[in-house]
Nanobody, 124 residues
Framework: QVLLVESGGGLVQAGGSLRLSCAAS????????MAWFRQAPGKEREFLAA????????FYADSVKGRFTISRDNAKNTVYLQMNSLKPEDTAVYYC?????????????????WGQGTQVTVSS
């Protein structure tokens, strides 16, 4: 059973930084793609970034390109999302997701596994 557990959320002032972590367990993730999404109140869940577990190839949504960085530590089975220059509009619940495919997808329905989410609140 795949388990994804996010951590690292919290309250930060605009312009600040946070690093989210997603600890993955339950299998080996070679061949998987891992991604981060977020969902603000009253809005759809939004794709942010993806990384291929084996090759480390990355892809970003335009809304976060240049501010957010996705990475992974294979030895720790952990995926990270470094978020810099945070804005109040980044306030949301952030989710880690995984799919058993090498190719990333922007669609939430293409991901098989989800964490419980971690709240990020950016104050102005």
């Amino acid at each position: 059973q795949v388990l994804l557990v996010e951590s690292g959320g919290g309250l930060v002032q605009a312009g600040g930084s946070l690093r989210l972590s997603c600890a993955a367990s339950g299998r080996t993730f070679s061949g998987y793609t891992m991604a981060w999404f977020r969902q603000a109140p009253g809005k759809e869940r939004e794709f942010l970034a993806a990384i291929s577990w084996s090759a480390g190839d990355t892809f970003y949504a335009d809304s976060v390109k240049g501010r957010f960085t996705i990475s992974r530590d294979n030895a720790k089975n952990t995926v990270y999302l470094q978020m810099n220059s945070l804005k109040p509009e980044d306030t949301a619940v952030y989710y880690c997701a995984g799919r058993n495919r090498v190719v990333y997808s922007l669609r939430r329905t293409d991901y098989d596994y989800w964490g419980q989410g971690t709240q990020v609140t950016v104050s102005s």
